[in-house]
Structure formats: C-alpha cells, structure tokens
C-alpha cells in the first residue's frame, strides 16, 4: 500500500504563501491530486497532475494562485499556494490514482491532511 503524508500547512495572513508538500512511500507511476475540505463542507478539487507533469488541471477557485508540480525522483508532489485568501482555510489532503481526474473517487491513496488556515 501506498501511503502519502501531507506536509507544509499552519497560519498565514491573507495575502501570504504557503508551500504544501505530499512524500509518497515508494516510487509510484501515478497521478496526484490536491483535495481539500474547509468545516462543514464537502471535499473538494483542488488540483491535479500526471505521472510526466505534463498536463495540469485547477479548480477555478485557485487558478492563477496555486501551481502544482512534482518531483519523481523525491516521490513528492508540491501545491504552490500564493495570494492566500481566508476562503482557502480548509484542511489539505493530497491523492494518488491512475488518472488525473477532478472527482475524487478516481484515487486509491490518500494522506492524512494537514491544516491551511487564512486569516483576514
């Protein structure tokens, strides 16, 4: 099994960045994705990319303000996160499956999550 452990989440002030990071066990070929679930709500799509990094996919609440990318080598996914609003305040979770989709029940593997909290 796969497992993935979310890292990088804490405080920051609207405006501020932040640098979310998921290590993977092993060496996978697999699509990553970045979900998150603010209180009360539903998890969401954040985004997503290929196993080559060639293609990428956002949701539009965060386009032009996060950028996903990876490492292989290191088995590591980044979210790049920049002009933070307190919108973004959720709890983070980063995903593996065989595609790069937007709905979640297309990854087997999931991290724990770890916390972003925005404020105003």
């Known amino acids: 099994q796969v497992q993935l452990v979310e890292s990088g989440g804490g405080l920051v002030q609207a405006g501020g960045s932040l640098r979310l990071s998921c290590v993977a066990s092993?060496?996978?070929?697999?699509?990553m994705g970045w979900f998150r679930q603010a209180p009360g709500k539903e998890r969401v799509f954040v985004a997503t990319?290929?196993?080559?990094?060639?293609?990428?996919n956002y949701a539009d609440s965060v386009k032009d303000r996060f950028t996903i990318s990876r490492d292989n080598a290191k088995n590591t996914v980044y979210l790049q996160m920049n002009s933070l609003k307190p919108e973004d305040t959720a709890v983070y979770y980063c995903?593996?499956?065989?595609?790069?989709?937007?709905?979640?029940?297309?990854?087997?593997?999931w991290g724990q999550g770890t916390q972003v909290t925005v404020s105003s």
């Open positions: 995903a593996a499956g065989n595609s790069a989709s937007l709905y979640s029940n297309r990854y087997s593997y």
């Open positions: 092993e060496r996978t070929t697999y699509a």
């Open positions: 990319i290929t196993w080559g990094g060639h293609y990428t």
